[in-house]
């Protein structure tokens, strides 16, 4: 199976801290790969890398081969790749413009003209269940559930290979989060896309995730097969969360 | 994107219409605005017409504001130092805005050693007393309008800035800038596009705010000599020459200064209003 | 075996208007509360779980108001409906423990400042030299090690975890008769959860309070509540001991909020490809109200 990321030694320094220390790992391609950590653990940092927001202070990343920095080329490059999907749907969506507006935009960035862009968002807008109505209104004039799907949607518009989704359930009640997963799970089996959640919620990661790393304290202090990670921790920071939650 | 404006716009004028001083201010700024740039066209006298035999008359039907020290029609002088304040004082706050807010953006989405030395810049000018420069700016660039302008939109240019570079900081770590950014859009188009508007709110207000305070520090500096050059009639000047021939005739001093004093209260009254009106007052979950 | 009843609330209902129109978010809501137990409020965003926490203290916002209600707490009887009758409760009678630690704590003031305010409200007459014993007690009780430290603290020095367990010292202080806590632990790590939840434990032992336990987690709520509410649409449909709930629901909505819940333990091999979450549909919901 190909490596669609590779990070290879991936440092952050921030000051005198580390917040990311000598992390390395691989996705595979259309696998679903959970990074779990708690506040402070430095996964946050370590996603923003990934996404070429956050330059490395030591190490190196490469998404599908291409080597990842924070130059507007590179994320240009990348864009058709990787996408994020952000914990708050509502602030992900620029508030003056209209959702319409965004989507004609994200389209113009992905090669589309301005009528290919609007039929491509009709179309997800279909496959993820969103009234067509809401194009026209504003971030803040949807609910937070739409305002998810609706994000998902304009990621989508750059037809990624590569989802990253930080904190998919956070914040939401146990339903809300079972639809949430399941939009992810359908999108992985319906289109092979690769799925990375950064998540500090263990059950979502063991149901859905082929593959875990644990961040503690900005090193990879766990990393494996979800199976053997959860059933025979290693490490004892991994033991210590799992009896948290059982 | 227009309609949202238009749409805000008019919701905005109908606040400002509901609170009392809105409905004052907005009447005397419709009077002021009537009389300075309509006044000059209808008006019987030329504002600098000498006439020395009617020289410091008190109002009449002919003079209705009475005559300056000269014979001039005082009325025809006022409607003209009002347009002059107006225009000065809207050039000078819109140049300040555009300069303060350009710099005070772009350094802070920039970050780094930029927003370093913009925060430098306007520690800077801030530091300089308003007056003191203006008598510096003054005596080396001479007493031009244009100087005044440039003179006073330095000044307020920190002000500006610094609201929008506060407003760039926060708002460059909010998750949609990040998600344009992984969209593949260059940092210019994220600035214009997704940070100026939701920026120009606060500077729009503060800049509502800051036109009467212009207003005054003009008229402040024509009344000691260093603002508009004669003959061009300034309130300010048109206070220093009824202040000088006080005791032959009190007109030409209230007249200007009346003049001033409504035309500092209407733009006074409508800042406050527009702040108000866009203070988001109820509390939401 | 029943303990008496600490606090009931009669016939709550809540509106909140905004330029839409009105919407009711709790309808004739009654419960008793009894003194020295954990009580547990169930439901998904929306059923009005927060709204009952914030109008017990009387600190709903603006545009939400209290059409009628009515709290009967100690003897006394307060009308929920005049925000300011809900004053006196505030002064160390219920307090609240809020879901987001990051905004509990004013950040310009140190620990100390928050206990000695907590103090000087309710223990007005107390002694000034007795205060910092008393601050370091309370401290101490939620697991701080070095109280003395503490207090020369900020909040921002200290992380979410710590944050809610200061709250929870300024309710031993303000010894309060009954604490609601509202989602105190959904924004913390699953390890400092259960710290956290521990001391929620040991306070109620420690002041003998009762504590109003909101989530949307059944699974959080029925390990720790003596008794389960069920909240849907701004109305209690299902109550009863934890144990009864879990094991024999009598509502539908019950057993589909149950069944959202997934057991670590339970988990033997999954394929985690096609494994689909359970969710309750929005008609679902509809219908068993």
Request: a positive charge; hydrophobic letters at 45%.
């Amino acid at each position: 199976m190909v490596a669609a990321i590779k990070v290879r030694g991936a440092t952050v320094t921030f000051g005198t801290h580390n917040a990311v220390e000598d992390v390395s790992l691989d996705v595979l391609e259309g696998s679903c790969f959970a990074l779990i950590g708690g506040s402070g653990s430095g996964k946050t940092t370590l996603m923003r890398s990934v996404l070429g927001l956050q330059l490395l202070t030591g190490g190196s990343i490469h998404v599908a081969g291409i080597p990842v920095d924070n130059s507007t080329d590179g994320l240009r490059r990348r864009a058709r790749l990787i996408q994020p999907v952000f914990q708050d749907p509502v602030s992900s969506l620029s508030p003056r413009m209209r959702i319409a507006s965004l989507f004609r935009e994200a389209g113009q960035l992905a090669g589309l003209s301005r009528s290919e862009s609007l039929d491509r968002m009709r179309t997800l807008f279909d496959s993820m269940a969103v009234p067509q109505a809401l194009a026209d209104r504003y971030g803040h004039q949807i609910s937070g559930g739409q305002a998810r799907r609706i994000v998902i949607c304009r990621a989508l518009m750059m037809t990624p290979r590569i989802l990253v989704a930080d904190e998919p359930t956070a914040g939401l009640d146990l339903s809300a989060q079972g639809e949430m997963m399941n939009l992810l799970q359908q999108l992985r089996q319906e289109q092979r896309i690769t799925i990375i959640i950064v998540t500090h919620n263990l059950t979502v990661a063991r149901l859905v995730s082929d593959r875990t790393g644990v961040l503690h304290k900005g090193r990879l202090v766990e990393l494996g097969e979800t199976q053997n990670v959860f059933s025979s921790p290693k490490n004892d920071y991994t033991r210590r969360l799992i009896n948290a939650v059982s | 994107m227009t309609e949202i404006h238009a749409r805000k716009r008019g919701r905005l004028l109908r606040r400002i219409m509901h609170m009392p001083t809105g409905r004052i201010g907005l009447a005397l700024t419709a009077a002021v605005l009537f009389v300075a740039l309509i006044g000059p066209w209808i008006l019987p006298y030329a504002p600098n017409a000498i006439d020395v035999p009617s020289r410091l008359l008190p109002p009449s039907l002919s003079h209705p504001l009475g005559t300056d020290q000269l014979g001039r029609d005082i009325l025809a002088r006022v409607a003209v130092g009002l347009r002059v304040a107006i225009i000065i004082s809207v050039v000078a706050v819109t140049l300040a805005l555009l300069v303060g807010a350009v710099i005070g953006t772009t350094a802070a989405m920039l970050g780094g050693i930029a927003d370093r030395l913009a925060a430098i810049l306007f520690d800077t000018i801030s530091a300089f007393p308003a007056v003191v420069l203006a008598l510096a700016i003054i005596a080396l660039y001479g007493a031009k309008t244009s100087n005044l302008i440039i003179l006073v939109a330095l000044v307020f240019v920190p002000h500006f800035g610094r609201i929008a570079r506060a407003q760039t900081l926060v708002l460059r770590n909010a998750p949609f800038i990040a998600a344009e950014r992984m969209l593949g859009l260059s940092l210019p188009i994220i600035i214009l596009r997704h940070v100026v508007p939701n920026t120009i709110g606060p500077l729009l207000i503060v800049a509502s705010m800051n036109i009467p305070v212009v207003i005054t520090i003009e008229a402040g500096l024509s009344f000691l000599g260093l603002g508009v050059p004669p003959p061009t009639p300034s309130l300010g000047t048109l206070l220093r020459d009824g202040y000088i021939y006080l005791e032959q005739s009190p007109w030409p001093a209230a007249m200007s200064a009346t003049a001033l004093a409504v035309l500092t209260l209407s733009s006074t009254l409508v800042g406050e209003a527009v702040r108000d009106a866009v203070d988001p007052r109820i509390k939401t979950r | 075996m029943s303990s008496p009843v600490l606090c009931a609330i009669k016939d709550l209902t809540v509106e909140y208007s905004d330029e839409y129109g009105t919407a009711r978010i709790l309808d004739n809501v009654s419960l008793s509360i009894p003194a020295g137990e954990i009580f547990g409020l169930v439901g998904q965003s929306g059923s009005g779980k927060s709204t009952l926490g914030l109008a017990m203290l009387g600190l709903l916002a603006d545009n939400t108001r209290v059409v009628s209600g009515c709290l009967e707490l100690d003897g006394r009887t307060f009308d929920m409906s005049n925000p300011k009758a809900m004053i006196p409760l505030r002064r160390g009678v219920i307090s609240m423990i809020f879901q987001d630690p990051l905004s509990a704590l004013n950040p310009v003031f140190t620990i100390g400042a928050h206990l000695k305010e907590v103090l000087g409200t309710v223990s007005v007459s107390m002694h000034p030299s007795l205060r910092q014993p008393r601050m370091c007690e309370a401290l101490d009780a939620v697991g701080f090690t070095d109280p003395v430290h503490t207090l020369r603290q900020y909040p921002h020095e200290l992380s979410g975890g710590m944050r809610q367990r200061v709250v929870i010292a300024m309710a031993i202080l303000a010894e309060a008769k009954l604490v609601v806590a509202d989602e105190p632990t959904t924004a913390l790590d699953p390890e400092v959860e259960q710290q956290v939840m521990a001391q929620l434990v040991r306070l109620k032992e420690t002041i003998g309070c009762s504590i109003v336990l909101i989530s949307h987690s059944f699974g959080l709520v029925s390990r720790l509540c003596d008794t389960v509410n069920v909240m849907l649409a701004g109305q209690i449909i299902e109550r009863g001991p934890a144990g009864t709930l879990l094991e024999s629901p009598s509502h539908a909505y019950t057993r589909d909020l149950l069944a959202c819940e997934v057991n670590m333990r339970t988990i033997r091999s999954v394929n985690t490809q096609s494994y689909r979450f359970p969710v309750i549909r929005k008609t679902q919901q509809l219908e068993n109200e």
